[in-house]
């Protein structure tokens, strides 16, 4: 499908947000504040034991309560269908499948009764009586399957063993890192209607086509029949991307009572519903020559992951490609434990790989006694892919210099424990960051009516990056409108399907859709004026005309053309709609050049007291190759979000598993510790590089990338301040004293 082009008079612009009003005056309706007539409310009743089954179930005392409408257990559920594998795996089992227990707050029963509180007060009256096993947590535990290289992602390219045999410098080191869990603001919420036959669900989802697909196989009807609904989310990344057993028991409640249902998780309960970052260990062993370039690496890297279920991990996605490593083979491994299943989180597994490849980069420098920096640019990648093609772009080279720069990296002393500001270690740190390039196949539709406005529709969510805007911002550029005469209608599976908002691929793709389906869309005028005499646009092609104020004219004379309104008016019609696909994964396949992601470098100073342990974090400068970035303001909010979280991961995030029952001994905001205002300092962002040459749009995506090296920046620069090398993260007082 060929595209229009990108001009600049919105796109790019610092804009603020089209929604931000309606969310800071608090009109936006999230699915917790979703309420139906007649709705009845649904709450959970938990596992209070990792391993084992069900022996009996006691809900007399519950179904005798005020209000309570039903209690569903395994016994009384109906056998559902199931749901179909996606890109990132399987679908979590359905909690009420069995009498089997699997991890620690597994849904064994959910209550429904007319308010929350008698469901929740019904809830606290089920009694379960337990046949508990000893639970397998823990990813060295004897008793845990292993599972090798599940996803196929190993990669192995030269002999690395003898390789690292030659080395004349050689690391080898393991990095571990703690689960960590998701916690969006707003709590993940169902609110589920049927029709006779038809479920309409308004869903925490950051994927709507994948969610119908899951309930439509689930309750064996068609996928029409089911509609996705979340045109807004408070918040998400990644716990959004699997449909949660939670979301079925909604629309199951409802189905069997014949009324809506609500079903709210509370705070605890996100912990062990909705996933969490994996744990991790990585040995790295990697090798050098005495100029600093790379001669091997081995990278062997263990996830844990739940007792029957699969996940992706994409631990070693991006390895092969982030330097030019000589030789190099990675090897995957999963642990299944009793565990609540992971899912994804920010960058999954590229914030987890780039804390220990680059943690190793920085030993590796001290081992040679080379400028970290200058390590990187020695082993740049200027290929990638399997196949080892040039990149569709890469401006990583410029990311390293222009953050240097304002960060004043050439200032940094070598020696650890050489720079001081009274009672403080001061420490430079830095990273390097190459993010997996990824694109589904999207659709789009526009349409424009008598009144000339637009409308963009898709399936497509926003779950708090901006998605409204850009969309809004691209589509009013390519059809020559204001801003404010285009309405953006995403978050509904009713609508073109789109990709989920994950991977960092949903800009990308949605910008290609909608850059051919304006192409389509002023196609179609031009073909309703194709004879008509009255025209000065009769009989020209796409290629020969413009759009300016709602005008479509001819190339270099505004004044011979005709508005949009003007067109439908004389022709009788109301409006005229198109629509655009793109498969980019496809175009991928057949390309001359590997389709890049963002690239960027992360430099960070620390600041460690010596005789206390205090760690802050006083300085980040992030310098980001993010392609075409279609709004300077939401783009820049992306890399600060994700700076923050890579704070927490580096210093703070830790889920903590009680290893002899598999509970979750901090699944609260107040034992759960996460940066706050007074951890972050000024974050400085500034993008680089030009648009990329593979996608027609030219954009990378930024939402993930802001996390990835963050984590190894901090704990490079803990080493460069104190002399410590950490390589488990999170990092605690306890282990600078």
Not at 13 to 42: E, I, M, N, S
Not at 155 to 173: H, K, P
Not at 492 to 519: E, K, M, N, V, Y
Not at 698 to 718: D, L, P, Q, R
Request: glycine share 10%; proline share 5%.
């Amino acid at each position: 499908m060929s595209s229009l082009p990108i001009g600049d008079k919105l796109v790019g612009r610092p804009l603020d947000r089209v929604d931000g009003v309606v969310k800071v005056t608090g009109a936006v309706g999230y699915p917790t504040d979703v309420t139906l007539p007649g709705q009845a409310h649904a709450v959970l009743v938990q596992s209070t034991v990792g391993a084992g089954r069900i022996a009996a179930i006691d809900t007399a005392a519950a179904q005798a309560e005020p209000g309570v409408l039903a209690v569903i257990t395994h016994a009384n559920a109906p056998k559902l269908g199931d749901a179909p594998m996606t890109g990132l795996g399987s679908a979590p089992r359905f909690p009420l499948t069995d009498d089997r227990i699997i991890h620690y707050g597994q849904h064994v029963a959910v209550v429904v009764a007319e308010t929350r509180e008698q469901a929740t007060s019904a809830a606290r009256l089920v009694v379960v009586r337990y046949e508990s096993e000893k639970p397998a947590i823990g990813l060295d535990n004897p008793h845990a399957a292993v599972v090798h290289n599940a996803w196929g992602l190993e990669v192995r390219r030269g002999d690395t063993e003898e390789a690292l045999g030659r080395a004349d410098v050689r690391i080898d080191e393991t990095y571990t890192i703690a689960a960590e869990t998701n916690n969006p603001l707003g709590l993940f919420a169902t609110v589920a209607a049927w029709d006779g036959d038809r479920l309409v669900v308004h869903d925490c989802t950051q994927w709507p086509t994948m969610a119908r697909q899951a309930l439509a196989a689930q309750f064996g009807i068609p996928e029409e029949n089911v509609r996705v609904l979340v045109p807004y989310l408070g918040g998400a990344f990644g716990a959004g991307l699997r449909n949660w057993g939670h979301t079925t028991l909604a629309a199951l409640a409802a189905r069997l009572l014949g009324r809506p249902v609500k079903l709210v998780l509370s705070r605890p309960q996100m912990f062990s519903s909705v996933g969490h970052r994996a744990a991790c260990r990585q040995r790295i062993r990697l090798g050098a020559d005495d100029t600093g370039h790379f001669v091997a690496l081995d990278q062997d890297s263990v996830a844990s992951l739940g007792i029957v279920e699969d996940n992706l991990s994409a631990i070693i996605l991006s390895t092969a490609e982030a330097y030019d490593w000589g030789s190099v083979a990675t090897h995957d491994r999963q642990v299944r434990q009793h565990i609540p299943n992971p899912g994804f989180m920010r960058a999954p597994g590229h914030a987890e790989c780039g804390f220990a490849l680059e943690s190793a980069l920085d030993e590796m420098a001290y081992r040679l006694r080379i400028d970290p920096l200058e390590l990187r640019l020695r082993n740049f990648a200027a290929t990638g892919g399997p196949a080892g093609r040039p990149w569709s772009s890469n401006a990583l080279r410029e990311c390293y210099a222009v953050g240097a720069q304002r960060f004043g990296w050439q200032h940094r002393t070598a020696e650890p424990r050489s720079m001081r500001d009274g009672d403080w270690l001061v420490g430079y740190g830095m990273a390097g960051v190459s993010f997996t390039w990824y694109a589904g196949a999207c659709t789009a539709s526009m349409t424009i009516d008598r009144d000339g406005g637009a409308v963009l529709r898709s399936a497509a969510t926003d779950i708090g990056t901006g998605t409204y805007t850009v969309a809004a911002q691209l589509t009013a550029e390519l059809l020559g409108l204001p801003l404010d005469r285009v309405r953006v209608e995403i978050g509904d599976s009713d609508l073109p399907p789109a990709p989920q908002s994950g991977g960092s691929g949903l800009a990308g793709a949605l910008a290609a859709a909608i850059q051919g389906t304006a192409r389509n869309l002023l196609s179609a005028f031009l073909e309703t004026v194709a004879a008509d005499h009255r025209s000065p646009l009769r009989g020209r092609p796409v290629s020969e005309v413009a759009v300016t104020d709602g005008r479509i004219h001819l190339l270099g004379d505004v004044s011979a053309g005709e508005s949009y309104a003007d067109i439908l008016s004389r022709h009788g019609l109301d409006e005229l709609t198109a629509e655009g696909s793109v498969d980019l994964a496809s175009a991928a396949a057949a390309s001359a050049v590997a389709p890049a992601g963002a690239f960027a470098a992360k430099f960070v100073e620390v600041r460690v007291d010596e005789d206390l342990g205090r760690l802050r974090v006083s300085r980040v400068v992030s310098a980001v190759d993010g392609g075409r970035i279609l709004n300077e303001k939401t783009a820049r909010s992306q890399i600060i979000g994700g700076t923050v979280m890579g704070i927490g991961m580096a210093m703070f995030e830790d889920t903590v598993y009680d290893p002899d029952t598999g509970r979750i001994a901090n699944a609260t905001f107040g034992d759960y510790l996460i940066p706050v205002n007074a951890d972050v300092p000024d974050l400085d962002v500034v993008f680089v590089g030009e648009p990329d040459g593979f996608n027609a749009s030219g954009v990378k995506g930024v939402g993930e990338v802001g996390v990835v090296g963050v984590a190894a920046a901090i704990a490079n620069a803990v080493h460069h301040a104190t002399g410590r090398r950490i390589r488990s993260l999170p990092i605690t007082i306890d282990r600078l004293l």
